[in-house]
Structure formats: C-alpha cells, structure tokens
C-alpha cells in the first residue's frame, strides 16, 4: 500500500520560493512503472496538474506551461522523496498543494498542505 | 491542451434516486493502441484529497460501491449513482490523463434534495 506524506510551510511570502517534499512509503520514487505529480487546488483555479518528475532509466520532468518558469521538480533518491519548489510565488499561488503517485491514473495522493501566500 | 467540462456544476437528488454526472473532453481521450479511454473520476469530501472512484472510464477502483458506475468513450462520459446514499454528498471532478498537462474537470457538486 503506498503512502505519500506531505510537510513543508504553510505560509510563503510574495516573491520568496515555496517549498514542499512527499516522502514515499511503499513504493520508490526510481520506480520505472510510477510518475510522481504535484497538483494544487483553489477556489479560483480548480484542480490544477503543475508537473511530474519520473525514472525511466533517466529522470524526466513534466511541467504545466502555467507554471513552467517558476516550477522545479524533483526527486530525492536517499530519502525516498520528491520536492516541488515554486519560485516568485504572488498571492495568487495560495492553494491547497497535494503530491500523487500514478501507474496511469491517480491512483495515491498525499493529505494535502494549504500553502498561503502573504507577506 | 485538453480542456474537461462537466456538467451540471450542482445537482440535488433524492435519497434513493439515480444521479447522473456528465464531462466532455475538448479532444478524444481514447488511445487506439490500447483502445482504453484516458478518464478517471474522483470524489472528494470537505478537508480530503480527491479519492479515486472510476478508472478507464468504466473500471470501479477496489472498495468503491457497485452503485457507482462509469461510461462513454472518445469525448463524452458519465458518472452515474444508480441510488444516492447520504454519504455520497461529495464534489465529483473527471480527469484525463491521454496527454500533459493532465486536465481536470470544473466539478459537480451533489447534494440532498
């Protein structure tokens, strides 16, 4: 059964990097057969996909265009983790940040962090 | 991009009556190589992450009830819930994964009539 286990801050400044891990039980993040996404939710936006780092291999990375020169994906081999950073946040970035393990579809999420961005 | 549109944004439903949840992809989601539909639904309650309902457009996820089902192929889908229980009060979002950036639907929220 995997687990995904989100931390990080839940206040972020405008303009600073905001910065969350999912560590992964159950499963590896070098898995050949998993893609590792971050989506967030808000009220004005919905549901939005921001990327996904995967192995195959090598790593790769997708990234949503809306967020493609902000966004940086990555993963952390040693603990098992992957990271999102989101630099320049304004407060239009202030969603719920949720990290999901999918074979195909969405199958494992992470409990979620409201990230508020405000000075 | 692939844009999702569900329809209707609300719905109200008697305990006990069908409630039927419909969303259209801008673009077909089915992949001809496979002949599987790219679609997937979620139910989400207040303070959760979505929860995984439906898979290839028609496939339950293990311990989702049978009164849940899905259907339709290409563009169009729906979510059906052959007799509403209390606790299905939920928003309901579709989902495509044919291509990135994956696309979510805009939401349905169910309720009690």
């Known amino acids: 059964q995997v687990q995904l286990q989100q931390s990080g801050p839940g206040l972020v400044k405008p303009s600073q990097t905001l910065s969350l891990t999912c560590a992964i039980s159950g499963d590896s993040v070098s898995s050949n057969s998993v893609f590792w996404s971050w989506i967030r939710q808000s009220p004005s936006r919905g549901l939005e996909w921001l990327g996904r780092?995967?192995?195959?291999?090598?790593?790769?990375?997708d990234y949503a265009v809306s967020v493609k020169s902000q966004i940086t994906i990555s993963p952390d081999t040693s603990n098992n983790q992957f990271s999102l950073h989101l630099n320049s946040v304004t407060p239009e970035d202030t969603a719920v940040y949720y990290c999901?393990?999918?074979?195909?579809?969405?199958?494992?999420w992470g409990q979620g962090i409201l990230v508020t961005v405000s000075s | 991009d692939i844009v999702m549109t569900q329809s209707p944004d609300s719905l109200a439903v008697s305990l006990g009556e069908r409630a039927t949840i419909n969303c259209k992809a801008s673009q077909s989601v089915l992949h001809t190589s496979n002949n599987k539909n790219y679609l997937t639904w979620f139910q989400q309650k207040p303070g959760q992450p979505p929860k995984l309902l439906i898979y290839?457009?028609?496939t339950r996820a293990s311990g989702v009830p049978d009164r849940f089902s899905g259907s339709g192929s290409g563009t169009d889908f729906t979510l059906t819930i052959s007799s509403l229980q209390a606790e299905d009060v939920a928003l309901y979002y579709c989902?495509?994964?044919?291509?990135?950036?994956?696309?979510f639907g805009q939401g349905t929220k169910l309720e009690i009539k």
């Open positions: 290839w457009a028609s």
């Open positions: 780092t995967y192995y195959r291999s090598k790593w790769y990375n």
């Open positions: 989902q495509q994964h044919y291509s990135t950036p994956y696309s």
């Open positions: 999901a393990g999918s074979t195909d579809h969405l199958r494992y």
